[in-house]
């Protein structure tokens, strides 16, 4: 079975690795090399970690004369956001409601309804 688009996406930024090299093409695209100056590992190690992320969509490879440079696919993120935003609003209203139950609550007891309780070190 082949995987939803979204699971992909959170799949090929679970590399820690891949999300640097995402955070890195928002700033400008670069090529495979420019990627990989960075990382302790081999141009084609690298490659295979652009190609995840091809597959998952976030990147796409273009031709421009002899170069060939990595851009970044934003609207991906769309998909993430909104995912990501459906709970984000489930989980303020859920705290909106018992920020509404926390202020319909008395501070304190009043003090004539506290049980007595002996001192530490006294007995009754």
């Known amino acids: ?5 979204l699971s992909k996406v959170f799949a090929a930024l679970a590399d820690p690795t891949r999300r640097d090299m995402v955070a890195r093409l928002t700033d400008a695209d670069a090529t495979v090399n420019e990627l ?10 690298i490659s295979k970690h652009v190609k995840v992320l091809e597959d998952a969509g976030l990147v796409r490879r273009s031709r421009d004369a002899q170069r060939r440079p990595v851009h970044l696919e934003a609207e991906v993120f769309d998909l993430m956001t909104k995912w990501i935003e459906r709970y984000r609003r489930q989980a303020e209203e859920r705290y909106r409601r ?3 139950l ?10 004539h309804d506290l049980p007595e309780t002996p001192a530490r070190g006294e007995t009754q």
């Open 1 to 5: 079975m082949a995987a939803d688009p």
């Open 36 to 45: 990989a100056e960075p990382y302790d590992m081999t141009v084609q190690a």
């Open 98 to 100: 018992l920020d509404d």
């Open 102 to 111: 926390l202020a319909e609550m008395p501070d304190q007891p009043p003090a």
